[in-house]
């Protein structure tokens, strides 16, 4: 157990949290219902949040954090915005679900349709995970083949297929990532290396007459911010269209976070499948996939490919999301949110010169990821490069400042509307005071003194608290 590990562990011994996770992993594996709610990657106890205001969370002990998780990424309005509050509530006076149509699905999908032009049709579901599953059974029922192309480190929820990571290097047939997952399922998947096309060619080169689709996040959010290369995207869209394959985009973070049409606006690529979640559903569980007609038209009751959900479309969340889309159509809103997501970019990187701390900051719109240890990042490899014990201390020398960053290093931060200028100076400051402690190397004594200015008495403990 490292320092850090001890320290964290030790110096909330009282707090409602603690009690709380106490009490949490007695009844739920590991204390939470995702695993990264648990704060593995960084250690500690993570807070229990009672409440949400625009920019900022509270824990259970009244505790205020910026907050820059944003629910990992549907809140960019922020928190317990109050037209999206009137809309849920609206709806839900008129009923919490029918598992009949309502007029507001066709509203919506008349809307998301309008914004994603390769969107001629979709579907509702709850989450990315089944809009991501969905989408790989309809391509396979398209196409009548079975393998998939995904890319190491994209993740497109945690339906089996998906599950499967490459190893190193790229391996060319898929092992299963988790228990449970059969060999058999995980083996019709193949892995391929983000920003590396050739990779792609050489797995179509031995494969294409059995490759059903390529899923790929245009802009990958799930090894940290990785853009793609400029010729990346459409050199899948060429080889796939070359061997007959279908191209998927999952936006389900980049989908009206990056450009109102998502990716695919911005880099002028026309999946034939897309899927949307997150931001979609305004806080509320909503996911989507969809496409080109011909394709869409396969699912059920139309066509053949089987899907379905009892709370698909369900009113409230469908009522959440389009408030969510009617509050983004107004104009400025992405100009906003690139000008703030920049100025933390750059004074960010203004703290780094000056102190002389090595990362790399990704950034595209208002998503961001700073790998701490490495010169640059473009590829899942040089992200694993990256300096995860020095993230968990930032990732703690920001709590301890107020700030609530994503508990772990291949994760996106993200910044909302409701982040202010002075809060996005705050957290620079933040940093700065942490970068300066960081650089001399005292950054768990810093947390200490100041634990015991706040009257913490901090005591390094006997033996190690887990
Ligand atoms: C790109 C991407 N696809 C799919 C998913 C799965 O979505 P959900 O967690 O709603 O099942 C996620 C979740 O973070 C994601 O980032």
């Known amino acids: 157990m490292s320092a850090l590990d001890v320290y964290v562990n030790a110096r909330m011994p009282n707090t409602k949290s603690t009690v709380l996770f106490t009490r949490a992993k007695r009844k739920i594996p590991g204390g939470v219902n995702s695993p990264v709610r648990a704060w593995k990657a960084v250690s500690g106890t993570p807070r229990f949040i009672a409440r949400g205001k625009r920019a900022y969370i509270f824990d259970a002990d009244n505790k205020k954090y910026l907050d820059f998780v944003c629910s990992w990424g549907p809140l960019i309005l922020g928190h317990a ?7 849920v509530a609206t709806a839900a006076q008129r009923g919490t679900t029918f598992g009949a149509p ?11 349709t309008r914004l994603y032009p390769s969107i001629e049709k979709i579907r509702l579901v709850s989450s990315g995970t089944e809009a991501a599953m969905s989408a790989i059974r309809l391509a396979r029922g398209y196409t009548e083949r079975e393998k998939i192309v995904k890319f190491d480190g994209c993740y497109h929820g945690h339906s089996d297929s998906m599950l499967v990571k490459a190893g190193s290097g790229i391996a060319t047939l898929g092992l299963p990532d988790s228990p449970g997952v059969l060999r058999r399922v995980a083996s019709e998947t193949l892995v391929a290396r983000f920003n590396d096309s050739d990779s792609v060619r050489r ?24 853009p793609p290369d400029p010729e990346f995207l459409a050199d899948l869209r060429a080889i ?7 191209l998927i985009f999952d936006e389900v973070i980049t989908g009206f976070r990056v450009a109102r049409g998502g990716a695919q606006e911005i880099y002028k690529i026309k999946p ?42 369900n009113p409230v969340a469908v009522a959440a999301g389009l408030e969510m889309l009617a509050l983004l159509s107004r104009p400025g809103v992405y100009s ?6 920049r100025q933390l970019e750059s004074g960010l990187n203004d703290v780094l010169t000056k102190v002389g701390l090595k990362a790399a900051i990704n950034r595209v719109g208002s998503m961001l990821t700073i790998f701490f ?44 509307l409701a982040h202010s200028d002075g809060d996005i100076r705050k957290t620079i400051q933040a940093f700065g005071d942490w970068a300066r402690a960081e650089s001399r190397g005292c950054t768990l004594r810093t947390f200490m003194l100041e634990a015991i200015e706040r009257g913490e008495h901090w005591r390094p403990p006997r033996s190690p608290a887990r």
């Open 373 to 416: 240890g490495v010169e640059s990042v473009t590829n899942v490899n040089h992200a694993r490069l990256s300096d995860r014990a020095q993230f968990a201390r930032f990732f703690h020398g920001m709590l301890q400042r107020g700030i609530y960053w994503p508990p772990a290093q291949f994760e996106a931060a993200f910044v909302s």
């Open 336 to 341: 906003q949110l690139e000008r703030k997501s």
């Open 240 to 246: 796939t269209r070359r061997h007959g394959a279908l």
């Open 102 to 112: 309502t007029a507001l699905e066709v509203e919506l999908a008349e809307r998301v």
């Open 81 to 87: 915005n109050a037209r999206i509050i009137k809309a």
């Open 203 to 226: 797995l179509f080169a031995k494969h294409g007459s059995a490759i059903a689709a390529i899923i790929v996040e245009p802009i990958c959010g799930n090894m940290g911010v990785i």
């Open 272 to 313: 034939d499948l897309t899927c949307l979640g997150k931001i979609l559903g305004g806080g509320l569980p909503l996911a989507a996939f969809g496409g080109a007609r011909a394709i869409m038209d396969l699912l059920a009751p139309e066509g053949p490919v089987y899907q379905a959900g009892t709370l698909s479309g």
